[in-house]
């Protein structure tokens, strides 16, 4: 288990990887959007272009746990945007990786597809994927709804779901910039 505030995180259960990867495939898998980034950059689908990521992060070596989030309107907005080379050079403005609350502070970010779809059909259910690094969550896999939930914060908007998060630590590591991978025959 990591060291979370209790009022913020219930933990769970501990998961392992392929749970985890089952949960990212569940998010993402099957909808035209990833299926097209994947094929664009030269894989056969979904999971070969995700395991690029995997990889690079080594999330098949990590200890993992589920937690569920208590009250994801305060919480996320201080969670961390992941190391995504798009996200850089798109929505960062500079930082490594910022808070879902400085995203939501962006115009790009208020009129971004992705969380304003997300916004108006939040899960009632569902769960992200994060590192757990130097007292910081740091998102892998849920990005959007993340800056959806900031976006609703910041307005105070409520957003009816019951969230939770596969963590696993990743304390004391250099989080490197990952993504825009091509598949190299």
Excluded at 79 to 98: A, L, N, Q, S, V
Excluded at 143 to 169: N, Q
Excluded at 171 to 181: A, D, N, T
Aim: glycine share 8%; with cysteine.
């Amino acid at each position: 288990m990591l060291n979370l505030p209790a009022e913020q995180y219930k933990w769970i259960r501990e998961l392992s990887f392929a749970d985890v990867f089952e949960i990212w495939r569940r998010n993402e898998e099957g909808k035209e959007q990833w299926e097209s980034h994947a094929r664009e950059r030269g894989f056969r689908g979904w999971e070969e272009w995700r395991m690029r990521y995997v990889k690079a992060l080594g999330l098949r070596k990590r200890h993992w746990s589920l937690y569920q989030v208590i009250n994801p309107l305060a919480v996320v907005p201080k969670w961390r945007g992941g190391p995504f080379k798009t996200w850089m050079e798109r929505h960062y403005g500079g930082i490594f990786t910022p808070t879902f609350a400085q995203l939501a502070k962006q115009p790009d970010m208020q009129k971004h597809a992705g969380p304003k779809e997300a916004q108006g059909a939040f899960p009632r259910t569902t769960t992200v994927i994060a590192l757990f690094r130097d007292g910081q969550l740091v998102v892998i896999e849920g990005m959007h709804r993340c800056v959806a939930i900031a976006l609703a914060a910041r307005v105070g908007r409520p957003i009816e779901t019951s969230l939770f998060a596969a963590l696993a630590d990743a304390s004391g590591e250099e989080l490197k910039p990952v993504g825009q991978f091509k598949k190299t025959h």
